[in-house]
């Protein structure tokens, strides 16, 4: 595939394609756990026990097959999709040895990171 | 049961409305999770947030695949995004519920009008024929086949500008994308189509910065996100396929009467007069 512009690289096109079947995987893995959980909840499995969990709980709760757990997990899998694109383009960006984005993808990940110890810290 | 198709239903026109504009969906869905469900106000945000990110996900497959998005410009004012977002979930999450939907009341009202009078504005941005820089791309334009070329201008300020809406992003649990996309193109002079498919992008890794506070303080309600995650989702996929069909300057003016009719009623709300 030509570069559109000169800064593009020449895989540019077909990574960028990638990223997009990431972000359906991503989507769709999220989507799945919460129909799995809505269906749970139809079923009257823990209808009653739904409620903000915490991460720590989740296995149990996936153990146990309640519809808390899955419904959690969707969410959480949805809220890792953006974290992992940001992580596909810091390796994208440290291969080509774009080193400045590389550094702005590895910021972008620390401040993600330091939300989830500052919000658990506060709660 | 009906609550939770009622939520859906939110859900399912905002992901629709989201999409066609180019907005994340937040700014429609909270205000009508308050107003008309009487959802609490940060269960309303929490929500808002996980929804953006859905619509942001599903909205920029099609950009990527079009070769619309900046990756390089999106990573350096998602920088700035997420410091932004990440401040304004802490201090939304710890804001008086009042408080919290007066300032989205007024928030509201500037979107309304950037609906109705700043969209048309935006669509005249120049757009660059030299060397593209760093930061600059390009893109082959769908009607006329071209490839439009342009050069980043004006960093720190966009970067500013980033940060203020990141900010506002976190506190009320909307995407931002209302004003990113004025800030890339007003002030780093990148073109409307480019601007709106990187504010895509972008808007997931803001949103979740923000969402990320509110699901470490148990905010994030199930019964409240779920149903309005899965109707975001279907309402995006179709808003998407509707978004070629209906003229966006019409939608726009019908976007920005129903939100400056919510922000009013949000504002009385926040005062203590129901209007319904």
């Known amino acids: 595939m030509t570069p559109t512009v000169e800064n593009d690289l020449p895989d540019q096109a077909s990574f960028e394609r990638w990223l997009a079947r990431l972000l359906v995987a991503g989507l769709a893995c999220a989507v799945l756990l919460l129909l799995t959980g809505v269906t749970l909840v139809a079923f009257g499995r823990g209808h009653d026990g739904l409620h903000a969990t915490s991460v720590g709980a989740l296995p149990g709760l996936l153990g146990r097959g309640e519809a808390a757990g899955f419904l959690d997990l969707g969410l959480l899998v949805l809220l890792a999709v953006p974290v992992l694109r940001v992580f596909c383009l810091l390796a994208a960006f440290a291969r080509r040895r774009e080193w400045w984005f590389a550094l702005c993808s590895l910021l972008i990940l620390l401040v993600l990171a330091t939300g989830v110890v500052v919000g658990m810290k506060t709660w | ?276």
């Open chain 2, 1 to 276: 049961m009906l609550e939770t198709v009622l939520l859906a239903a939110v859900g399912l026109v905002g992901g629709i409305f989201g999409s066609m504009v180019g907005l994340g969906g937040g700014i429609f869905i909270i205000p009508c999770l308050t107003l008309f469900l009487d959802v609490p106000i940060h269960s309303a945000i929490a929500a808002g947030l996980v929804a953006v990110i859905a619509t942001s996900t599903s909205g920029s497959v099609a950009y990527l695949r079009r070769g619309l998005v900046n990756l390089r410009l999106a990573v350096c004012v998602e920088t700035v995004l997420v410091a932004g977002a990440l401040t304004g979930g802490l201090v939304g999450a710890m804001l008086d519920k009042t408080v919290l939907s007066a300032i989205f009341g007024g928030v509201m009202i500037g979107v309304a009008f950037y609906m109705a009078l700043g969209r048309s504005v935006l669509a005249h941005a120049h757009v660059d024929r030299e060397s593209v820089g760093l930061l600059g791309g390009g893109y082959q334009d769908a009607h006329s086949g071209q490839v439009v070329r342009y050069r980043v201008r004006r960093l720190p300020f966009g970067l500013l500008a980033g940060l203020v809406a990141g900010n506002i992003s976190g506190l009320l649990g909307v995407g931002g994308g209302f004003m990113t996309v004025p800030a890339m193109v007003l002030i780093m002079k990148v073109p409307m189509r480019a601007a709106a498919a990187t504010s895509s992008l972008m808007l997931g890794v803001t949103a979740c910065a923000g969402a990320v506070a509110y699901f470490a303080r148990g905010l994030v309600d199930p019964t409240v996100a779920v149903p309005v995650v899965l109707g975001v989702t279907v309402g995006a996929l179709i808003g998407s396929r509707l978004a070629v069909r209906v003229r966006q300057s019409v939608l726009a003016a019908v976007l920005a009467v129903m939100l400056f009719a919510l922000s009013v009623q949000m504002i009385l709300a926040a005062a203590g007069i129901r209007v319904r």
